[in-house]
């Protein structure tokens, strides 16, 4: 949109829409319920490295999952979805803001309720996963919305996605089971693989080069372009690896460092051919070379548990 200001034309109209009823298949669609796992994912490891049987305190847990995924991270798609509506225009004209199936304000109305929700039943696992999910939503709201808008830069805005994707996630799983600040190695881990999701945020610019452009959004394939932003999101996915197969030799884990070297290597096979063609095999890249960046997680996770 910047883009269009500045050269004083209007950003892509969006479709008319009518007062009525909400079409709760469009609300569901939204909340992009496929976005879910990641978070989920990485609490889950956060409770593994806890060390803590789910057993003792499993009501704790569904409801943290339940926080990180259908909250946390619904409020965080509704919020982008609203915000970017003048984008999706262009990139994606079927999504439920700009076809017209969510009309008027409702979009920005869901995200706020959700987000009131989301604080709501955080309040209830306790300070310190009331706190993760305080700096979540702070962090979802600052990507989206103006005047921080960190989307605009993708080095900015790709550093907040890993963070409320993984590291949050993974703290606030491990705060959950344990009552209490986890151990500084459970933090360390749950911070590599932050950095890591840099690189897999990256992947998703791939598929709207065009809007981004039109509306001043400086991904990082804007900004750098794509072949360079391919390669540099496949070194910031693995580097961290590398570093958490240091630590875990280190601490003295060599079995769960040497699964790791092969996640690590199956991934840098699939990043050669991803690599080739970095707009076309972007999605199947996030269908198998993040499959094996999350196995990796869990791999650490039960390393840790170990220690613990």
């Excluded at 669609?29 to 057993?55: D, E, H, N, Q, R």
């Excluded at 080739?276 to 972007?282: I, M, W």
């Amino acid at each position: 949109m910047a883009t269009a200001l500045r050269l004083g034309t209007k950003p892509a109209a969006l479709p008319a829409t009518k007062p009525g009823a909400t079409d709760w298949r469009a609300v569901a669609t939204l909340l992009k319920p496929i976005t879910w796992f990641a978070p989920m994912w990485a609490f889950a490891c956060g409770a593994v490295s806890s060390g803590v049987p789910l057993g003792q305190r499993w009501p704790l847990a569904l409801a943290g999952m339940v926080l990180a995924g259908p909250l946390v991270c619904a409020t965080s798609q509704a919020a982008n979805d609203w915000f970017d509506r003048h984008v999706d225009a262009i990139n994606e004209p079927d999504r439920p803001i700009p076809s017209g199936r969510i009309p008027g304000r409702r979009g920005l109305h869901i995200a706020v309720a959700w987000t009131v929700l989301s604080l709501c039943v955080a309040a209830l696992l306790g300070r310190w996963a009331f706190g993760a999910a305080l700096v979540g939503m702070a962090l979802a709201w600052a990507y989206s919305a103006p005047p921080l808008r960190l989307k605009r830069n993708g080095w900015w805005g790709n550093a907040a996605c890993g963070a409320c994707y993984e590291g949050l996630p993974w703290f606030t799983g491990a705060a959950v089971m344990l009552g209490t600040l986890p151990d500084a190695r459970i933090i360390v881990m749950a911070a590599l693989y932050s950095v890591g999701a840099h690189g897999i945020m990256t992947l998703n610019d791939f598929k709207s080069v065009e809007g981004d452009q039109q509306t001043g959004i400086g991904s990082l394939p804007v900004r750098l372009g794509v072949e360079r932003a391919a390669e540099l999101a496949c070194w910031v996915m693995a580097l961290p690896q590398v570093v958490v197969i240091g630590l875990l030799l280190r601490w003295g884990h060599p079995y769960q460092a040497c699964a790791v070297v092969l996640l690590l290597a199956g991934q840098a096979v699939l990043m050669q051919r991803f690599l080739g063609s970095p707009r076309r095999l972007a999605p199947w890249y996030n269908g198998t070379g993040t499959t094996l960046y999350v196995a990796g997680m869990l791999v650490t996770a039960f390393a840790i548990r170990v220690a613990a």
